[in-house]
């Protein structure tokens, strides 16, 4: 079985590897879904966190500021319930769905930014550039990077837009400057807000950086009104120089402080399984310095459907033999091709080897797979193609305990280091850093944040292998360590309590009932992530992180998944196969 799992792997990064330029494929499809009972609002990945559907019926495609302002002002006027979505929906939890719990989408309006994307307006002077709210990263990017400028921060991941990157605390990686995080890098935003009837129900408020309201609108998860445009800082261009260090995991603890301060946008990615750390040394260089590299992420290039078919294939096979020595062997080729390609990182068209030198704008963000035009290839976890489902948990903490909730997390490994094969087989655990921030529901200081990925069923009742090693590391992260949960990830358990996180959530919540008295821009769904409240606990709810279990029966007893304790973190409560 180990040998057959390696031949396909290989087969699928070989494919992969070669074809990421040259395929064509097939783009995502559009968020938004119709037919003729009404319409559907799905996320990229084509599942909400919990399976629910968020049914529309009133859908809004404005194209100016003015019709936004339009449909804000009929929400309000008429008492709906309205949220904003762009024309990507990469956000995990459903922040964005307008619907009451009962499902009726009558008393209800999405508006969606897919269509109000043209402007994107450079102020050389003044280093700074203001963009509709639906435009896309990317194309904000190489219109900065056209006038030899640059955008300092930006998530991993392109396939966003201007007003969602912003709205949900969106980061990469660094704690120099003004940090990681997108949001930090604004100085201006438009939004408007629902109005009183004199003043036509609804107003745009240009939002300064001294304005008393800014700390709430640069991150506020589409519950203050819709975003309009977004104004942000730049820097004279500049070039980035990347190498990749594959090494032992022996020092993380003691060393990622050190990596971050060394290292402008440096992060480190942990593969417990296989003992390896990789640490990248990512630096800004001069622009003058030679080098057009480009970071084509691996996990983001177009794969071929049927081999990413074959890769799930696999993974429910394994899963389904409780084959941890089978996960293990992917993990360990997967790791062993990502170190031969360095990571999808290109010095030309292919890579040849450390550094790879290339402008900020080909090397801060990726995401081929989003632009492709053929059905033979797109991303992997393209809903259409049944192809990768998978959870994604991301925790941020204090700098301070970070290095604390390592060592627990190497105990857990030590225990048996094959149960975290299953994370290593995506990306392991990924370590970024954010630098404090003023806003409101941003970090209130220097933090650490954690990605990890794995394996998630079709079918939401079926438990998986080494589930309670995800949920002790997950409850350890955000119980045991206080971490506070990305918005726009992590499963509904990760939520509980998330208001006390947040020194500064009532200063949120009291702009929020500046601008929008009426609650238009809450509904049941968003509550439940940004309230954290844990709802009824049903048969089988932990096995999705809808609840934390404290009996068998919320986990799978037919399937000899036992709610347990913590094997570190006794605290923890999670469901263990225990025949
Ligand atoms: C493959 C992948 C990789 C990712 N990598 C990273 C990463 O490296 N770092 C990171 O931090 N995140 C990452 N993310 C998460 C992503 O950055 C966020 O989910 C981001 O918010 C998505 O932006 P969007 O434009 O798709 O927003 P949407 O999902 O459409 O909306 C997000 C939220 O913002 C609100 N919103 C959107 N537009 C507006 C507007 N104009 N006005 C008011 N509210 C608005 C919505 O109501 C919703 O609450 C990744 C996601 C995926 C799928
Ligand atoms: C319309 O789509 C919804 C949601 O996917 C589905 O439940 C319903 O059956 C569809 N109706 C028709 C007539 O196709
Ligand atoms: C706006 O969206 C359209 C259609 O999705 C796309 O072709 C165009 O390039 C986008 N424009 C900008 C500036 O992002
Ligand atoms: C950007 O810099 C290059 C090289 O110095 C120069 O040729 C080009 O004119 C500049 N472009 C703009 C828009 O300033
Ligand atoms: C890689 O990282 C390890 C651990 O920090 C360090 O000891 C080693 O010198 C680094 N190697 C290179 C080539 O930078
Ligand atoms: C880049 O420019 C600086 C001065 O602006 C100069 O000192 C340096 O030698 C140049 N480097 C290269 C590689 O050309």
Partial sequence: MAT????????????????????????????????????????????????????????????????????????????????????????????????????????SMLISTEKY???????????????????????????????????????????????????????????????????????????????????????????GASDPLFNAAKLS????????????????AFKRSIT?????????????????????????????????????????????????????????????????????????????????????????????????????????????????VGHQGKMQTSGSCLYSSSTLTSCAWDPRIKGLFFYETTAIFPASKFGDFIRDVKRLRDIKSENFCGIDSYNGILIRFI????????????????????YRADDPLTPRLNQDVWEEVEQMAFFKYGARPHWAKNRNLAFLGVQEKYPNFDKFMAAKKELDPQNLFSSDWSDEIVLGKQGEKGDGCALEGQCICSEDRHCSPSKGYLCKQGLVYTDARVCRYSP
């Fill in 4 to 107: 057959l799992v390696f031949l396909l792997q290989c087969l699928a990064l070989v494919l992969l590897g070669s074809t990421g330029q040259t395929v064509f494929a097939m783009p995502p499809q559009a968020p938004v879904q119709c037919n003729a009972t009404g319409c559907t609002l799905y996320n990229a990945y084509g599942a909400w966190g919990d399976r629910q559907e968020c049914r529309v019926q009133n859908v809004k495609y404005p194209t100016s500021e003015e019709e936004i302002r339009a449909a804000v002002a009929e929400a309000n006027q008429k008492k709906l319930k309205v949220k904003v979505v762009s024309g990507f929906s990469h956000t995990i939890p459903k922040l964005a769905c307008p619907s009451t719990y009962t499902q009726d989408p009558t008393n």
């Fill in 117 to 207: 994307n043209t402007s994107i307006e450079i102020d050389e002077d003044n280093l700074q550039v203001t963009a509709d709210a639906g435009v896309g990263l990317r194309a904000l990017i190489d219109r900065v990077e056209a006038a030899n400028l640059s955008l300092v921060a930006s998530p991993y991941w392109e396939g966003v837009s201007v007003g969602g990157v912003i709205s949900t605390g969106a980061h990469g990686s660094s704690w120099w400057g003004k940090g990681g995080a997108v949001h930090d890098h604004v100085v201006g935003i438009n939004l408007v807000v629902p109005a009183p009837p004199n003043e036509g129900y609804a107003k745009i408020l240009k939002i």
């Fill in 221 to 236: 998860l589409g519950l203050l009104g819709v975003i309009s445009k977004v104004t942000f800082s730049l820097e004279r």
């Fill in 244 to 356: 990749n260090n594959f090494t032992d995991d022996g020092n993380i603890q003691n060393e990622f402080m050190e990596h971050a301060k060394k290292h402008e946008f440096g992060d480190i990615t942990w593969y417990p399984s296989r003992h390896i750390a990789v640490y990248r040394n990512d630096d800004r260089v001069p622009l003058n310095s030679s080098g057009n590299g480009v970071n084509d992420f691996l996990g983001f290039q177009s794969n071929v459907v049927l081999v990413s078919k074959s890769v799930r294939a696999v993974e429910k096979a394994l899963e389904n033999a409780k084959n941890a020595g089978g996960k293990c062997a992917v993990a360990a080729s997967v790791v062993a091709f990502k170190k031969m390609v360095g990571n999808g990182l290109k010095n030309n068209l292919i890579f040849t080897g450390y550094p790879v």
């Fill in 435 to 454: 630098k404090s921030s003023e806003a409101y529901l941003g970090q209130s200081e220097d933090s650490v944040v954690i990605d990890f990925n794995y």
